[in-house]
T-cell receptor
Framework: NAGVTQTPKFRVLKTGQSMTLLCAQDMNHEYMYWYRQDPGMGLRLIHYSVGEGTTAKGEVPDGYNVSRLKKQNFLLGLESAAPSQTSVYFC???????????FGPGTRLTVL | GQQLNQSPQSMFIQEGEDVSMNCTSSSIFNTWLWYKQDPGEGPVLLIALYKAGELTSNGRLTAQFGITRKDSFLNISASIPSDVGIYFCAGQNSSYKLIFGSGTRLLVRP
């Protein structure tokens, strides 16, 4: 099992550009999450999904959209990137009824 | 919203020393979890706590779920260089969302 994978690993965008971050998990988990990690602020939940075809807002959803068309994939989109979205983005998944979230290796995004 | 206060923010210790870090919350949690993040990686679960007062060990790590359900601590005994990383506490009430602390950055001097 590869676990949770994220692509790309690094990306530099200019203000106003758009991009999509892809998260894939091969553990057949129901729940998937997108977090951002900023210095001194821990992990903050952007959006999450409790099953294929469902999404919900987390703590900091503004400026992001997500889609869960397939159970194994969770996409995070930035329609018009802003410098405030410079961060490290982590995807995670877990099985319903379990507590442990499994994290991907992260995507480091810089918006100039 | 719920917030977790994690302290200390960072620690720089000598190899072999013991380490203690804690998290406090203004709200009650049903579950406390402790994660470790190695440099350049995603967080990995170390210990999960499910009952108030519970004390759980995992090798050199020991964690406790506070009696009030509003706090938890993590101890690392006899630290080694590979303990370097960021340690996060996380509290859970709902079945699907975690609230993370801001992290404790641990550096170990050989």
């Amino acid at each position: 099992n590869a676990g949770v994978t994220q692509t790309p690993k690094f990306r530099v965008l200019k203000t106003g550009q758009s991009m999509t971050l892809l998260c894939a998990q091969d553990m057949n988990h129901e729940y998937m999450y997108w977090y951002r990690q900023d210095p001194g602020m821990g992990l903050r939940l952007i959006h999450y999904s409790v099953g294929e075809g469902t999404t919900a807002k987390g703590e900091v959803p503004d400026g992001y959209n997500v889609s869960r068309l397939k159970k194994q994939n969770f996409l995070l989109g930035l329609e018009s990137a802003a410098p405030s979205q410079t961060s490290v983005y982590f995807c995670a998944s877990k099985e319903a009824g379990d507590n442990e979230q499994f994290f991907g290796p992260g995507t480091r995004l810089t918006v100039l | 919203g719920q917030q977790l206060n994690q302290s200390p923010q960072s620690m720089f210790i000598q190899e072999g020393e013991d380490v203690s870090m804690n998290c406090t919350s203004s709200s009650i949690f049903n579950t406390w979890l402790w994660y470790k993040q190695d440099p350049g990686e995603g967080p990995v679960l170390l210990i999960a706590l499910y009952k108030a007062g519970e004390l759980t060990s995992n090798g050199r790590l020991t964690a406790q779920f506070g009696i009030t359900r509003k706090d938890s601590f993590l101890n690392i005994s006899a630290s080694i260089p590979s303990d370097v990383g960021i340690y996060f506490c996380a509290g859970q009430n709902s079945s699907y969302k975690l609230i993370f602390g801001s992290g404790t950055r641990l550096l170990v001097r050989p």
